[in-house]
């Protein structure tokens, strides 16, 4: 039996999983090498921690590793269902609790080197996380799209450490009951970007799409719905996605540096978010919370059918 060991906890209701032992061993390579030897020759590790039968579409997989970069405490590749993220923001709150919890790290701050950059997470003694994350930027500024069944949807394209389309959906009901609707909604635009060709920069893949409506209160600013790769929706504000946001409210004049931001999610969980101007954008910073949540040990059996997840994998 292969056994990976792992911690699980939650951000704002979104699970992180990360990952302490079991993977095959890619330190030898650059961090960006490393997700490319996963994705081509172990995907099936992937596959076995983010999705069912031993998680579900909304599992997020943190798999960690020693440091790449000078200074850090760690790195680290995340990954869910379908494939594999840059950055993620409550992901990475979730690991900084979780490596708390395991003894790793106290109070103070933290850099985590991921395959887009590295972070600077400061943990504070009440166990909140605040992320300085990757330079963020907005690419392109009012892109229409033709969506199937919708009509012509105008959004943004930013970086914030993943690909997002932003679309401004204050005609939507922004509220769990509309989770289905919200979902069609997304997808519909997700798949029109990639018939239309409308991509970020080189060609990448816009990969997460991001509703805003109006918050539940007035302390709020905004609430989100957030598409992530494959078909599942982001039960917390989303990190990357926040710092999408800060990109083009900068980008707009209608945020200024270290101005507040308080992003709901759909399920009425809360990032704080502020920025500073840096040369090609800006550079932002992400506050939440996670909580530790549970730990255990995979087990992959070889005479288990399913012993690598339901769907046959890209990979071995
Ligand atoms: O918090 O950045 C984030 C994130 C990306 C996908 C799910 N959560």
Redesign the pocket.
């Known amino acids: 039996m292969i056994k990976i060991r792992y911690v699980d906890s939650h ?1 704002g209701g ?1 699970p992180t999983r990360m990952v302490l032992e079991g993977f095959p061993d890619l330190s030898h390579l650059p961090l960006r090498q490393r997700v490319e030897a996963l994705r081509r020759d172990h995907d099936r590790y992937r596959a076995a921690v983010a999705s069912e039968p031993r998680a579900s579409d909304v599992m ?1 997989g943190a798999l960690l590793m020693p440091p790449t970069e000078t200074g850090s405490v760690a790195s680290v590749i ?1 990954f ?1 269902n379908v494939g594999y ?1 840059g ?6 709150i979730g690991v900084i609790a979780t490596l708390r919890y395991l003894g790793r790290i106290g109070p103070g701050v933290h850099r985590l080197d991921t395959p887009v950059g590295t972070v600077s997470c400061d943990l504070r003694g009440d166990g909140s996380v605040s992320i300085e994350n990757v330079t963020s930027y907005r690419y392109r500024k009012g892109v229409s799209v033709e969506v199937d069944g919708f009509g012509t949807v105008t959004g943004d394209i930013a970086w ?3 690909w997002f389309f932003l679309v401004d959906a204050k005609d939507r009901t922004m509220d769990v009951k509309h989770i289905d609707s919200l979902q069609k909604f997304a997808v519909a635009i997700r798949e029109a970007l990639a018939k239309s060709g409308i991509t970020g920069r080189d060609g990448a893949e816009i990969d ?1 799409i991001e509703l805003f409506g109006a918050p539940s209160n007035a302390s709020l600013d905004s609430r989100n719905f ?1 598409l ?2 494959g078909s599942a929706y ?1 039960r ?8 999408a946001k800060l990109a083009c409210l900068a980008a707009d004049g209608k945020l200024a540096e270290g101005e507040t931001w308080r992003q709901e999610s759909i399920v009425g969980s809360v990032f704080e978010g502020r920025y500073r101007q840096v040369d090609g954008g800006i550079v932002p910073t992400i506050s939440g919370t996670a909580y530790v949540c549970g730990e255990g040990s995979l087990l992959m059996d070889p005479a288990d059918p399913f012993c690598w997840g339901l769907q046959p994998v890209a990979s071995p």
């Open positions: 951000t979104e997020v995340y869910n993220l950055m993620c923001g409550h992901g990475t914030g450490g993943n997460h957030v992530c790769p982001d917390s504000p989303c990190g990357t996605g926040t710092s």
